[in-house]
């Protein structure tokens, strides 16, 4: 959604209300949502009660609204900035929240980014697959063997979606286990020529490699691929400064998700992927 389209919907509290409902993401009440009572009526602003059972509720019960307690308005906005890749320290500033609760805004995003790609659907076709290792500049050996870094498995389907997975280290047993459990078996798999992959062929993939001390591409032999979404992913994850390990999976996965729909709107996505995990989620 365009920003200029985005401001009809949140020129008033009202009218964000009115889009949050046509959403999914308020409910439209037809009964007490406690007793069932078909009877109930607005006591005052955004709250109601129940003729059965005497109780109140709000219009936020039950949706994302009841626990962060900002304005409809700011909600939305905080969702469009998100898609536009601002900081949870700039979007505090912006909407004028505090920075605490534009963090817990944007875990919760991240969160339910994660709820939506959690599918057991394989890739398949011709598929590239590499590692990579995250972390800060330090001094000491780059690459495979680099201390302090964080191990990321990588698969791409050609054409297709990227997987990333934080691993323990990139030994042969523990990327096997994570190419069998997502590539269908008879794909063609690319790999370079790192020792970790020599098995794949026993396991039913037909495997190619490509020696990157003596070229980057030999033909449709390459991961060029996967490579360019690790460039993709570090690029952005350069504006945040340092991301603690305990959250790296969730801007890993966030951007895992942006790769694979930058071709689609980010923000109706977020709000349908909201709308159907977030009940899921809290009952979990």
């Avoid at 005497?54 to 998100?82: A, H, Q, T, V, Y």
Wanted: glycine share 8%; charged share 35%; hydrophobic share 35%.
């Amino acid at each position: 959604m365009e920003i200029i389209e985005l401001t009809e919907h949140i020129k008033d509290e009202d009218s964000a209300i009115e889009y949050l409902r046509s959403k999914g993401i308020l409910k439209v009440y037809e009964s007490c949502c406690y007793c069932g009572c078909k009877e109930y009526w607005g006591i005052r602003r955004r709250k109601y009660k129940c003729k059965g059972c005497r109780r109140e509720w709000s219009i936020r019960k039950g949706s994302i609204l009841e626990k962060f307690k900002i304005s409809f308005r700011k909600f939305l906005l905080s969702l469009k900035l998100f898609e536009m890749e601002l900081s949870a320290l700039r979007v505090s500033k912006q909407l004028k929240i505090s920075y605490v609760t534009a963090l817990k805004l944007y875990d919760f995003y991240r969160y339910m980014i994660i709820k939506e790609i959690e599918d057991g659907n394989k890739l398949g076709g011709e598929i590239e697959i590499d590692e990579s290792y995250f972390g800060g500049r330090r001094k000491g050996k780059r690459g495979r063997g680099a201390t302090n870094k964080i191990p990321v498995f990588g698969i791409l389907e050609r054409e297709g979606r990227v997987k990333v997975e934080i691993v323990e280290d990139v030994k042969a047993e523990r990327l096997l286990e994570l190419t069998i459990d997502k590539v269908k078996r008879g794909s063609i798999i690319y790999t370079d020529c790192y020792r970790s992959y020599d098995t794949l062929m026993m396991y039913g993939f037909k495997h190619r490699r490509i020696n990157h001390d003596v070229r980057f591409a030999n033909g449709k032999v390459y991961i060029n691929g996967i490579e360019g979404f690790w460039s993709y992913a570090k690029e952005r994850l350069l504006k945040y400064h340092g991301v603690s390990r305990d959250k790296f999976i969730l801007y890993l996965k966030e951007l895992e998700f942006r790769y694979n729909n930058r071709k689609k709107d980010i923000f109706d996505l977020l709000l349908d992927i909201i709308n159907k995990n977030y009940m899921v989620a809290i009952n979990e």
